[in-house]
């Protein structure tokens, strides 16, 4: 059993507000894990620890440590900007930048890194947006704007923009939260695909979408971990009496 993330006493803070409570919890490399529970309870900011992106908000901290292969990423000695380009981050509003082509999204991140090759850059451009389930329906509009998109396809684009620096993490903040069914059900079938190739962790409100696409759960309440395991076991037999009540809608 290999685990990506090995999360010990997590501890999160906004200024004096204690946002997440002692984590512990280890991630299954190359698997969907769903992190579930109302508002407010902690999801986004588990995630935004997980690529150290919580701590660029003014007057956040964290205490605990985060593990990614073996290191943790809260090291004195950790670049974290070299920590985020291991680890792709999708929002929950798709966010293609507006004034750049669908090619040049794409490009973004090589450019950034100073890869310039035009071969080079043609090749994981397709790359990319064929992983994203997104090629055939704009290889003939690469220089149009990625703003010209659907939503669907927008947000398949941030996916594409971030597989293409290669990172061996994903993850996704309530990625379908703004899109129809069958925007929705295109990006469910690429998650399963992802979780072949890449460690995929998912915040979402929808526990049917949880229940489809995740092989591990997570259920936050009030910053705490009540339960994680498969997501089968949590949705067919949970063992706490608060997942059992958040999950038939008794709360949330």
């Known amino acids: 059993m290999s685990y990506k993330f090995e999360i010990e006493n997590l501890n999160a803070w906004f200024g004096s507000k204690h946002v997440l409570k002692n984590i512990s919890m280890n991630i299954r490399e190359k698997a969907v894990t769903a992190i579930i529970g109302p508002s407010g309870c902690g999801k986004t900011t588990l995630i935004r620890c997980l690529n150290r992106m919580h701590e660029i908000t003014p007057g956040a901290r964290v205490s605990g440590r985060v593990l990614l292969d073996g290191t943790d990423i809260y090291g004195e000695d950790v670049d974290p900007v070299r920590t985020r380009r291991k680890i792709g981050m999708v929002f929950q509003k798709p966010n293609p930048f507006p004034m750049m082509s669908i090619y040049d999204n794409v490009a973004a991140g090589l450019r950034l890194n100073g890869i310039g090759d035009r071969e080079k850059l043609d ?32 947000q398949r684009l941030c996916i594409a923009r971030a597989l293409a620096v290669e990172p061996e993490v994903i993850l996704m903040d309530e990625p379908a939260s703004a899109l129809d069914p069958v925007a929705t059900a295109k990006l469910e079938v690429l998650i399963r695909m992802l979780a072949k190739d890449y460690t995929v962790v998912i915040v979402t409100h929808n526990m049917q979408q949880a229940a489809r696409v995740s092989d591990f759960t997570a259920f936050l309440y009030l910053g705490e971990l009540v339960e994680y395991g498969h997501t089968k076991d949590i949705f067919e037999n949970p063992q706490n009496e608060l997942t059992e009540k958040y999950l038939t809608g008794e709360f949330g």
């Open 123 to 154: 090749s994981v451009v397709e790359r990319s947006l064929r992983m994203a389930i997104l090629w055939d329906e704009v290889k003939d509009d690469l220089r149009k704007s990625g703003a010209s998109l659907s939503g669907g396809q927008q």
